[in-house]
């Protein structure tokens, strides 16, 4: 009885080490495949994040070409106070805004103080730059 115990404990243990075997070579396989399959996971998602971003620039663009589109069909009117105040929220020297709109500084103070009206294409100017934002004009102004 006991060459059939020992036989029995042999084949035992040798087919769970073949068993082991087995499971570990299919493990591998599938180690390497959720490798593989992460890497494409992530590379999907920096994709899609790429191009989330660009349909927001383009949003942003159509956005403001819609309002220069707007602006241009506008009659503005003009307020002294109302220019300082954008200028100032901008926070361009006198100088730098009289660049956005091809005038010198000393031009954008005297219309700030009142002293001075702008003429009627001016004026059209001014309220086509109040209508872009502080981001689109920063390159510009600095």
């Known amino acids: 009885m006991r ?3 020992n036989i029995a404990s042999v084949l035992k243990s040798e087919i769970a080490r073949l068993a082991r075997k087995e499971v570990r070579a299919e493990i591998e396989s599938l180690k390497k495949a959720s490798v593989q399959h992460r890497s494409a996971i992530a590379s999907l998602r920096r994709e899609v994040e790429s ?3 660009a349909l927001k620039q383009a949003g942003r663009k159509q ?18 106070t109302r220019l ?5 929220r901008l ?5 730098d805004y009289g660049k956005l709109v091809g005038m010198s500084g000393a031009t954008i103070y005297l ?3 009142g002293k001075v ?9 001014l309220g086509e730059l109040k209508q872009l934002g502080r981001r689109v ?3 510009t102004g600095n």
Do not use: N
């Open 117 to 125: 009206r702008p003429k009627p294409e001016q004026v059209r100017q």
């Open 3 to 5: 060459p059939m115990a």
């Open 51 to 53: 191009l989330q971003k």
């Open 91 to 95: 926070g361009l020297s006198a100088a």
């Open 84 to 88: 300082a105040a954008h200028r100032a």
């Open 111 to 113: 219309w700030e103080q």
């Open 63 to 80: 956005t403001v070409e819609a309002r220069m589109e707007e602006s241009a069909d506008r009659t503005y009117r003009f307020s002294a």
């Open 137 to 139: 004009l920063a390159p």
